[in-house]
Nanobody, 116 residues
Framework: QVQLVESGGGLVYPGGSLRLSCTAS????????MKWVRQAPGKDIEWVSS????????YYTNSVKGRFTASRDNAGNTLYLQMNDLKPEDTAMYYC?????????RGQGTQVTVTN
């Protein structure tokens, strides 16, 4: 079964950290660039980060630069997003998504809530 499964979300205070994981199965994970997107309540989906096939090149939306780091373990079919210095405006459902291939492949998401 072709799927992506995110985990690692939670409730944190501002300034806190979380590490999201996205485990892939059913396709050649190491053949695809990957990205993280997020959706806050009542808002459109927002691109957060993209990561190249080998993990050597990453791009970030301006609001998370210097705070978030994307990485991947191709041997373990897993994508990561290390999120530091979290802010309330980072509160959203976070999804990993395959770049390319047939159709849109996105996981079910993991909720990140940053609040006092």
């Amino acid at each position: 079964q072709v799927q992506l499964v995110e985990s690692g979300g939670g409730l944190v205070y501002p300034g806190g950290s979380l590490r999201l994981s996205c485990t892939a199965s059913g396709f050649g994970f190491s053949d695809y660039a990957m990205k993280w997107v997020r959706q806050a309540p009542g808002k459109d989906i927002e691109w957060v980060s993209s990561l190249s096939i080998d993990g050597s090149t990453a791009y970030y939306t301006n609001s998370v630069k210097g705070r978030f780091t994307a990485s991947r373990d191709n041997a373990g079919n897993t994508l990561y997003l290390q999120m530091n210095d979290l802010k309330p405006e980072d509160t959203a459902m976070y999804y990993c998504e395959r770049m390319g291939g047939s159709g849109t492949l996105r996981g079910q998401g993991t909720q990140v809530t940053v609040t006092n």
